[in-house]
Nanobody, 114 residues
Framework: VQLVESGGGLVQPGGSLRLSCAAS????????MSWYRQAPGKERELVAT????????NYADSVKGRFTISRDNAKNTVYLQMNSLKPEDTAVYYC????????WGQGTQVTVSS
């Protein structure tokens, strides 16, 4: 199982970024996928989850209405569209799935600052 995140970077408050997570080594279309984030000095927290076929999504209260999780099962990729970014969204963002055990990507840094 391999999860590779990309798309992070430095963005000004109010800006947007789209993160991608390319998955391989497992039957991607049959497993739910999640995005987590970890800010300096804080615990890792769940940001959003999407079911295997993409029919259901859930979000942390702090990102509802601003972030959208989606997936393309033909491309084995899950996305996180982040709009109206705030400085408190600054964190390393991780892709995650559970297949008998939990798998994590290496993370991608998102910094929101003017």
């Amino acid at each position: 199982v391999q999860l590779v995140e990309s798309g992070g970077g430095l963005v000004q408050p109010g800006g947007s970024l789209r993160l991608s997570c390319a998955a391989s080594g497992f039957a991607f279309s049959t497993f739910a996928m999640s995005w987590y984030r970890q800010a300096p000095g804080k615990e890792r927290e769940l940001v959003a989850t999407i079911t295997s076929a993409g029919g259901n999504t859930n979000y942390a209260d702090s990102v509802k209405g601003r972030f959208t999780i989606s997936r393309d099962n033909a491309k084995n990729t899950v996305y996180l569209q982040m709009n109206s970014l705030k400085p408190e969204d600054t964190a390393v963002y991780y892709c995650q799935t559970r297949i008998y055990r939990i798998y994590w990507g290496q993370g991608t840094q998102v910094t929101v600052s003017s």
